[in-house]
């Protein structure tokens, strides 16, 4: 049997992970994170596509490419959460397709400024995780992997 195909993405800023704003979203950088994920998802029977981008049609392309393979999606939309419409509208695609979306974030976007508290996503998502750092990622593997 082969693995399900997970696409874990993310959007702009998370590049800097461990340099920006470390108080609020730690201290690990992207490819530690990138390592714990392979890890757990090794470990769920997954199988891992961990990207990051800055660009916005680019996450779209990758949003329909994991629904053209019939892969679920870990989605950290970063600010693309607050305002994406485009982005929410190929999320949207993913349940269409048949396949799961988590959201996911670092921080807990619920407690911070006014403008966080608005996801566009979340209304297109299986389901959100948020406030649990780098393990967001992880207890988003576990949810698909049930
Ligand atoms: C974030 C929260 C967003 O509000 C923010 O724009 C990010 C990161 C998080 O993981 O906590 O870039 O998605």
């Known amino acids: 049997m082969t693995a399900q195909l997970v696409y874990v993405l993310n959007g702009p ?4 992970l461990g340099s920006r704003e470390p108080e609020i979203y730690g ?4 490819e530690n994170v990138a390592d ?15 990207r990051q981008t800055n660009d916005e049609a680019e996450l779209i392309g990758w949003i329909h490419e994991a629904v053209d393979r019939g892969a679920d999606v870990v989605l950290n939309p970063a600010a693309f959460t607050h305002y994406s419409y485009a982005v929410r509208d190929a999320c949207a695609l993913v349940a269409g397709g048949g ?4 959201e996911i974030h670092l921080s807990n976007p619920a407690t911070r400024e006014e403008f966080r508290h608005t996801s566009v996503i979340a209304g297109v998502a299986t389901g959100t995780i948020a406030g649990f750092g ?6 988003a593997l576990r949810a698909l992997a049930r």
């Open 36 to 50: 714990i994920v392979s890890r757990e998802a090794g470990s769920l029977g997954l199988a891992v596509d961990f």
């Open 99 to 102: 396949g799961k979306l988590v």
């Open 134 to 139: 780098s393990d967001s990622y992880l207890l």
């Open 27 to 30: 201290s690990q950088t992207l």
């Open 13 to 16: 800023n998370l590049s800097r």
